[in-house]
């Protein structure tokens, strides 16, 4: 058992699916990383779809122009709550088997 979080990073995303807290829903995303707990705890960190609000001022006292757009950001979550395919299970442990071998 190691003392520090073992983090192992996707070179290409997974498509993946997170099960949101409470009735909030499932979104789509991409699992970009993999954190292995000294407790053996398994996190995952997903890349997902948010709206950004946005506001820009050309001069000082001028009225600013606000906006809202489309953005990603990286969430982690337990590993219960991410859902990938299973043709990419395979893949996942072993990338994950590997790193720990190397750590």
């Known amino acids: 058992m190691q003392s520090e979080p073992l983090v192992v990073e996707f070179d290409d995303p997974i498509d993946a699916t997170v ?3 409470g009735l909030g829903g499932e979104i789509q995303g ?3 990383a993999v954190e292995i707990r000294p407790s053996d705890q398994f996190w995952i960190r997903v890349r997902v779809p948010m709206w ?17 757009g489309p953005e990603n950001t990286e969430i ?28």
């Open 30 to 32: 991409a699992l970009v």
């Open 19 to 21: 099960r949101l807290p």
């Open 76 to 103: 982690w979550a337990p590993a219960e709550a991410v859902d990938v395919d299973s043709e990419h299970y395979s893949e996942l442990a072993k990338i994950v088997r590997e790193a720990e071998v190397a750590a």
């Open 52 to 68: 950004k609000r946005w506001r820009t001022q050309v001069k000082v006292g001028a009225l600013s122009i606000e906006g809202i």
